[in-house]
């Protein structure tokens, strides 16, 4: 995970930050939004980047923590969405200040899983679990690369992370196979699955 957080803050140019949070929210969670909460509820944004997606649910009522490692995502995001939005300094698998936040009716990992390896999605699930409230869901977007590197990018088999979750008390209540939103990634054929893990009965 280091060499994926060293690539991200030496590629985190003004450029590459306003192309990130110009992508619709809108559009990236259309497959799931029916799925996402309504009354005001309290959000982990885990791998938050620039706060693009956790500005969105901020002004949907929600509380909504950042969770970003990189230092200059979490400066861009302060200084774009102003204090809209909690940040947290964390990093996964282990996300070990998280807890002390949590639990969170919805906890969110837009195109991150992908960077952990096999290993670290093992230790990042239980801790996703244990920091999804009793009734909370967990939204994950499994990122399909034909050019994936093994360096910065894994596959991330939909099997795998179900057999995960079920380990930890989670049950997938939607798969969704979507084309991604960036025209670049979509022209190179990168797929999404979403995949919304609910804990105990869902709500």
Known sequence: MNDVLA?????????????????????????????LPVAPARIADIG?????????FAGQGHRVLAVEPVRAF???????????IEWLDDQLPDLTGLQSHGPFDLVLLCAVW????????????PV????????????LSLRHDPE???????PAPLEEAIDLAHATGLHPIRRAETESVHPESRA????????????????
């Open 48 to 56: 938050a980047g620039t706060g693009r997606d956790a500005a969105w």
């Open 188 to 203: 190179k054929g990168v797929r999404w699955t979403w995949l919304v893990l609910a804990k105990g009965g869902g709500r």
């Open 114 to 125: 992908h960077h952990l390896d096999t290993a670290g999605r093992a230790r990042a699930m």
């Open 74 to 84: 979490r400066e861009a995001g302060m200084a774009l969405h102003g204090d809209r």
């Open 148 to 154: 994936a590197d093994g360096r910065l990018s894994f």
């Open 7 to 35: 690539d991200y803050a030496a590629a985190a140019t003004p450029a590459l930050i306003a192309g990130y949070d110009a992508l619709p929210p809108e559009q990236i969670y259309a497959s799931v939004r029916d799925l």
């Open 128 to 139: 996703l679990a244990r920091a999804t409230a009793p009734g909370g869901r967990l939204i």
